[in-house]
């Protein structure tokens, strides 16, 4: 694991406003973007990366920006990459989830872990010793932590990517920890029966009015707002071409095989095109019942 393109990346990290500090992805699939907010006298921690030997990095990365101050770790939603170094943070911060997350993950995390395992043998490793780790405490809505001259707002906004998805606002720097609810020049996974395209674009309105500068995306480079907007357009461009190709009769199959390739090729920039069906799935799920 000590080589493996999986590991979160040491000595990385980029201050994107003052005391909030971004371990990057480097566009490596299945590794997260990192956030570690700084206040007076706590720090915390957003998302672990996959497994244990990324949850000991990102500790570690923690410890060396926080110092000595004491700290709280979050996770934006459930999905292994996210969340499944959790473990090595129960004796060393206090873990806040949103409650629909926590049961998410008591519900379907094995079954995550499972699937997971199943992507390859670096995938597998990074996997190896994971233990799924309940929070210390839970919230409905919101919650605002206070780290100290510092006030972060951890907000429910489950029912697009995942049941338990959840945003971070640190509201005097403008930044917005959007999860995989945003993605930069990656598709959206609309993956499951939770998964909701429509929701989706519903919830990037919202996060949209939250006015945030800069925004760090799940995966992918940290921009600002347009990011918000080129997700909100794709997802509603997918569902106004499904709509449109629905009133003509057309099944699924159909559909997917057509639109498909010209969705991938009006977005040839975007990374792993296989999601493109996935989402026009979902659409026709919905608007063809
Ligand atoms: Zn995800």
């Known amino acids: 694991m000590t080589d493996s393109t999986l590991l979160v990346r040491t ?3 980029t201050e994107i406003a003052p005391g909030v500090f971004v371990l990057p992805d480097r566009r490596v699939n299945l590794v997260p973007n990192i956030g570690v907010v700084l206040g007076d006298e706590a720090a915390l921690v957003v998302d672990t990366g996959m497994g244990p030997a990324n949850g000991d990095v990102v500790l570690a990365e923690a410890r060396r920006l926080a110092g000595s101050r004491r700290l709280l770790l979050t996770v934006t939603h459930f999905h ?4 499944y170094g959790a473990s090595r943070f129960v004796d060393a911060a206090r873990i806040v989830y949103n409650r629909r997350q926590a049961v998410e ?3 379907s995390g094995e079954e995550f872990l499972e699937l997971f395992r199943t992507f390859g043998p670096e995938v ?15 919230y409905d809505g919101t919650t605002e932590l206070d780290l100290g001259g510092r006030a972060v707002t951890l907000r429910e906004e489950g029912g697009a990517h995942t049941a338990g998805d959840q945003v971070v606002i640190v509201d005097d720097a403008g930044v917005l920890f959007a999860g995989d609810l945003v993605e930069n020049r990656f598709f959206p996974i609309v993956f499951g029966d939770v998964a909701d395209g429509s929701a989706w674009i519903e919830t990037l309105g919202r996060l949209e009015r939250i006015g945030a500068s800069i925004v760090v995306p799940g995966h992918g480079e940290v921009g600002g707002p347009e990011l918000i907007e080129a997700f909100r357009s794709y997802l509603i461009d997918v569902r106004d071409s499904v709509t449109e190709h629905v009133a003509s009769g057309e099944d699924v199959e159909r559909i997917a095989a057509e639109l ?10 975007w ?7 996935f989402a026009i799935r979902n659409f026709h799920r919905t608007l063809a019942s």
């Open 271 to 277: 990374d792993n095109p296989e999601w493109v069906d």
């Open 11 to 13: 000595g990385t990290e």
């Open 124 to 138: 597998a490793a990074a996997l190896e010793g994971v233990e799924l780790m309940q929070p210390h405490d839970t």
């Open 80 to 83: 292994p990459e996210h969340g």
């Open 260 to 269: 498909g390739p010209e969705v991938r090729e009006r977005y040839a920039d």
């Open 105 to 107: 993950l008591a519900e």
